[in-house]
């Protein structure tokens, strides 16, 4: 079995799930996260690649945001689309950043995503609220490579 296949398990990975469908009801932004065993550069260059990779940047108000997880090497970021950066203050995921990480460092790695995926959802209610008419544009499933 993979590291990465260690993390979680099935019954965790559907509790983040979860939390993504709950936070999506507070927000328009699109969340994902992507797992993935390690990665040689910088976790914030890594999780840009794969933004763009998930085709993160396609979203229609450019709000996608993705929870990167670097599993062996312990590394993590925490990204939003330029549509997210052009109105919210530089500071903007510290708050959500330090949840994942403290749970993190307690070994609390699911509590840590689905604490930060529901804190990222109400944060981004303010920016960029659930519309009546709003629709999935990007997969809630965990990705992983």
């Not at 990975?13 to 994902?32: C, D, L, P, W, Y």
């Not at 260059?45 to 763009?52: G, I, L």
């Not at 993705?66 to 990204?79: Q, R």
Request: hydrophobic residues 35%.
């Amino acid at each position: 079995m993979s590291k990465t296949e260690d993390f979680l398990s099935k019954a965790d990975e559907q509790e983040i799930v979860e939390a993504i469908i709950e936070a999506e009801k507070n927000t328009s932004g699109e969340i994902r996260v992507h797992l993935e065993e390690q990665t040689e550069k910088s976790p914030l260059d890594r999780a840009q690649e794969v933004f763009f990779k998930l085709n993160m940047h396609e979203t229609k108000d450019r709000n996608g945001v993705l929870f990167y997880v670097g599993i062996s090497n312990k590394k993590f970021a925490i990204i939003g689309d330029e549509g997210i950066d052009k109105v919210v203050e530089a500071d903007f995921w510290n708050c959500t950043k330090d949840v994942v990480i403290a749970n993190f460092e307690q070994g609390n790695y699911k509590k840590g995503l689905v604490e930060g995926i529901l804190r990222a959802g109400e944060r981004l209610k303010k920016y960029f609220p659930y519309q009546s008419d709003d629709t999935n544009e990007l997969s809630n499933e965990i990705s992983s490579g």
